[in-house]
């Protein structure tokens, strides 16, 4: 069956770090890859999505690579701000008969002043 | 655009309660979908339907928990009797319609957490 792994939580940084969450996948066929984000009390939104190898989606300064070669999706941010502070989840999308989402556990971003 | 409503936002039961959730999706959606995201974990899909019908509910226990969408509009989620494992947020989702070929985007809404003591 379709899995993602995520790298686990909480992830503690400084303002202006580097962000990297890494995220791999199992899956059948070619799926869709997405990052989620979900900000304190509010529901999950999409962060960005990338639907086939290569593709590179982004976002509010956050990118992500479909990399087939090594099944991966990791999310990156070149200057976390406060802001940035949430849960982020890695999800796949493989078609067939029923389109939900497999997600990851979720990460726990902190970003401290 | 308003966005994926439910409610209640909080629901605390005692096991072997009752309790119902309610999902209203954007208008013009017809793809319904409920999942169950356990604390530590990401969201599981428990049901999804296509206006009033149902596509997959492969992973509803369904010997407790029940949903319909009678109308094809907003969609009632029950569990009877609930059991502690069951405390969890139970997020909605809504797409425009079900994927041909690709993926529509699903938009969630805020969710109901339900404690069960």
């Known amino acids: 069956g379709n899995s993602v792994t995520q790298m686990e939580g909480p992830v503690t940084l400084s303002e202006e770090a580097f962000l990297t969450i890494n995220c791999t996948y199992t899956?059948?066929?070619?799926?869709?890859l997405f990052w989620y984000v979900q900000y304190p009390g509010e529901g999950l939104q999409l962060l960005l999505k990338?639907?086939?190898?290569?593709d590179k989606g982004s976002n509010k300064g956050f990118e992500a690579t479909y990399r087939k070669e090594t099944t991966s999706f990791h999310l990156e941010k070149g200057s976390v701000q406060v802001s940035d502070s949430a849960v982020y989840f890695c999800a796949l999308y493989s078609g067939g008969g029923a389109d939900g989402l497999t997600f990851g556990k979720g990460t726990h971003l902190i970003i401290q002043p | 655009e308003a966005g994926v409503a439910q409610s209640p936002r909080y629901k605390i039961i005692e096991k072997r309660q009752s309790v119902a959730f309610w999902c209203n999706p954007i208008?013009?959606?017809?793809?319904l979908y409920w999942y169950q995201q356990i604390l530590g974990q990401g969201p599981k899909l428990l049901i999804q339907?296509?206006?009033?019908?149902?596509?997959?509910d492969s992973q509803l226990p369904k010997d407790r928990f029940s949903a319909e969408r009678l109308k094809g509009v907003d969609s009632t989620l029950k569990i009877q009797p609930a059991k502690l494992e069951d405390s969890a947020v139970y997020l909605c989702?809504?797409?425009?319609?079900?994927?041909?070929?690709?993926?529509?985007?699903?938009?969630f809404g805020p969710g109901t957490r339900l404690t069960v003591l």
């Open positions: 989702a809504s797409s425009l319609n079900r994927a041909a070929g690709g993926y529509n985007e699903q938009f």
């Open positions: 339907f296509q206006n009033n019908g149902v596509v997959d």
């Open positions: 990338a639907t086939k190898a290569d």
């Open positions: 899956a059948t066929g070619y799926p869709s």
């Open positions: 208008s013009g959606h017809a793809t």
